[in-house]
Structure formats: structure tokens, C-alpha cells
């Protein structure tokens, strides 16, 4: 069973948005071509859902600064600016993203007092998500063991939410694989991405490329022009 998961493709981390990653917005037509491809049994979209009053905004802490860190009982926190408040604008997933492609989707960081960057737990790894029980139970459903089970995960930031979410999933024994041209990072200290990806395949996480797994195009023929 291969499953693509999509993560946090929304307003807020695309330019224009509270918290843009750069050409955030890139990872959209690479996000689609993959969901139309037939390459997965299975497509799940995470979303980062935060009340407006939550841990990890820089404006809910007196005279912190946007990306300065604090210590929290979890470890250290980065402070954001204020980003993907349920219900808002922000939240929603990037309008061109082809979400009739989406069968399931996972909100995450939903808790006042700690963050959750990957899709199956938060940052103290205290509470999970649906994501874990999704995936188990629709492998069930098609009869299909869990070592046969393979997570390609892309989306944004790949420094942040995608290599917590691949970390977690690679940690939890599922084969995993990051698509590394349907991602963006936020790269706060340039080479956050090249630390993020070396780190990730020590734990097993392959890095791949969308053309290495959409199926093969059939090389177009010359068109013909009959008398
Ligand atoms: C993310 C920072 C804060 C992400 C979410 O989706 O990568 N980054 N919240
Ligand atoms: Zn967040």
C-alpha cells in the first residue's frame, strides 16, 4: 500500500502567508502531479490547526521575539509568528491543491500547551494523533501487512513539520521515503535542509524524486499527417 502524505500544504506557510516558506507555493503542482499519477493507494493531507491561543506564537509570550527560542517541560520551543488559527484563512489548504485527491485529513497541534510539528505526535511524543490508526486501518481493510505499507512524504517545511513526520513514521517502522522536489524548508540557519536530510537518512528514511515515482510516460510518437 503506498501512501503520499501531504503535509501542511496551507496558506499560512506559502508567500503571502503568516509564516511563508520559501516558494512554499512550489510544492502545489508537484503535490498534484503525484495525487493524479495512480502512483497511491491512498492520499493523507495534514493540517497544523492551532487555537489562537497557543504555546508556540511569538505574540502570546510578553517581549519574545519571532523565532527566539524558550524552554518548555518538552524541550525547547521556537516561537512563531501567529499561523494556521483554526478556522481562518490561513488554515485552509493552498486553494490550487487538488483536494477531491485527498481521502483523509489529519489536523495536528490542536493543543493550547504544546506543539506537534510531525503528523502522529506532538513535540513531548505524549498524545498522537489519527494518523497512525488511519494508516493501520486501512491496511487492514485491503488486507495488507503492515512491512508492505510505504509513506512518500512531502509537503512544508521540510526542516520542520515534513522531517518530524517522516522521523515519526521511520520511528514507528514504517518504510518511509521523503520526495524531495514536492518540499520546501524554511532554512532559518541556511543549510537546515542538507542537516535535516542527512539526519534523516541515518534513520532510514530514503530521499527520493518525483520522477522516480510516477509511472513511466509512454515516449509520444511523431504525429502522422496523412495525405
Ligand atoms: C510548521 C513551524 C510551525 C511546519 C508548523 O508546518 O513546518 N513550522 N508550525
Ligand atoms: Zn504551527
Given at each position: 500500500m503506498k501512501v503520499l502524505i501531504l503535509v501542511d500544504i496551507q496558506n499560512d506557510f506559502c508567500p503571502g502567508g503568516a509564516l511563508p516558506v520559501p516558494e512554499g507555493d512550489h510544492v502545489v503542482p508537484a503535490a498534484n502531479t503525484l495525487m493524479r499519477s495512480g502512483a497511491f493507494d491512498l492520499v493523507v493531507a495534514t493540517k497544523d490547526w492551532h487555537p489562537a491561543n497557543h504555546i508556540s506564537f511569538a505574540d502570546?509570550?510578553?517581549g519574545k521575539e519571532v523565532f527566539q527560542q524558550i524552554e518548555?517541560?518538552?524541550?525547547?520551543?521556537?516561537?512563531?509568528?501567529?499561523h494556521c488559527v483554526q478556522g481562518t484563512?490561513?488554515?485552509?489548504l493552498h486553494p490550487k491543491l487538488d483536494t477531491n485527491r485527498i481521502d483523509h485529513i489529519v489536523t495536528k497541534g490542536t493543543s493550547q500547551s504544546i506543539d506537534s510539528y510531525s503528523g502522529f505526535f506532538d513535540n513531548g511524543h505524549q498524545q498522537e494523533t489519527d494518523l497512525r490508526e488511519l494508516l493501520t486501518r486501512e491496511a487492514t481493510l485491503r488486507g495488507i501487512p503492515f512491512n508492505e505499507v510505504r509513506l512518500s512524504v512531502c509537503g512544508l517545511a521540510l526542516d520542520y513539520c515534513v522531517a518530524a513526520t517522516?522521523?515519526?513514521?521511520?520511528?514507528?517502522?514504517?518504510?518511509?521515503?521523503?520526495?524531495?522536489?514536492?518540499?520546501?524548508?524554511?532554512?532559518?540557519?541556511p543549510?537546515?535542509?542538507?542537516?535535516?536530510?542527512?539526519?534523516l537518512t541515518t534513520l532510514g528514511v530514503g530521499v527520493v524524486s518525483?520522477?522516480?515515482?510516477?509511472?513511466?510516460?509512454?515516449?509520444?510518437?511523431?504525429?502522422?499527417?496523412?495525405?
Open positions: 502570546n509570550h510578553e518548555l517541560p518538552s524541550g525547547a520551543q521556537t516561537l512563531w509568528p501567529r484563512s490561513g488554515a485552509e517522516a522521523r515519526d513514521a521511520a520511528r514507528l517502522g514504517f518504510k518511509t521515503d521523503i520526495i524531495l522536489d514536492a518540499c520546501r524548508a524554511v532554512n532559518i540557519s543549510g537546515d535542509d542538507l542537516r535535516t536530510l542527512r539526519e518525483s520522477r522516480e515515482i510516477l509511472p513511466e510516460r509512454t515516449p509520444s510518437r511523431p504525429v502522422e499527417l496523412r495525405p
